[in-house]
Nanobody, 113 residues
Framework: VQLQASGGGTVQAGGSLRLTCEGSGTLFSFDAMGWYRQAPGKERELVADISVRGGTNYAASVKGRFTISRDGGKNIVDLHMNSLKPEDTATYFC????????WGQGTLVTVSS
């Protein structure tokens, strides 16, 4: 199983970015897919995740600004990030779960003030 993440970059505060993660190497739909992030010197934290049925969870710090979406049972997940703040700066990691937990490579998001 591989998770390929894309879409990171640098944006000014108040701007928007979209992250995409595509899973491959399995015939099954992941039970859940999501995004975690890790800022320098901090622990990795959940940003948002979405189940195969569409149920979502968001970190309190991103609610109302970020939207996670997934096309049904497809193993592709998007994270639309709006009203970005400098504190959103981190390396973002795609995550998927089906029996085991899988991680993609990180993609850096930098929000300048």
């Amino acid at each position: 199983v591989q998770l390929q993440a894309s879409g990171g970059g640098t944006v000014q505060a108040g701007g928007s970015l979209r992250l995409t993660c595509e899973g491959s190497g399995t015939l099954f739909s992941f039970d859940a897919m999501g995004w975690y992030r890790q800022a320098p010197g901090k622990e990795r934290e959940l940003v948002a995740d979405i189940s195969v049925r569409g149920g979502t969870n968001y970190a309190a710090s991103v609610k109302g600004r970020f939207t996670i979406s997934r096309d049904g049972g497809k193993n592709i997940v998007d994270l639309h990030m709006n009203s970005l703040k400098p504190e959103d700066t981190a390396t973002y990691f795609c995550n998927a779960r089906y029996d085991n937990t899988f991680w993609g490579q990180g993609t850096l998001v930098t929000v300048s003030s």
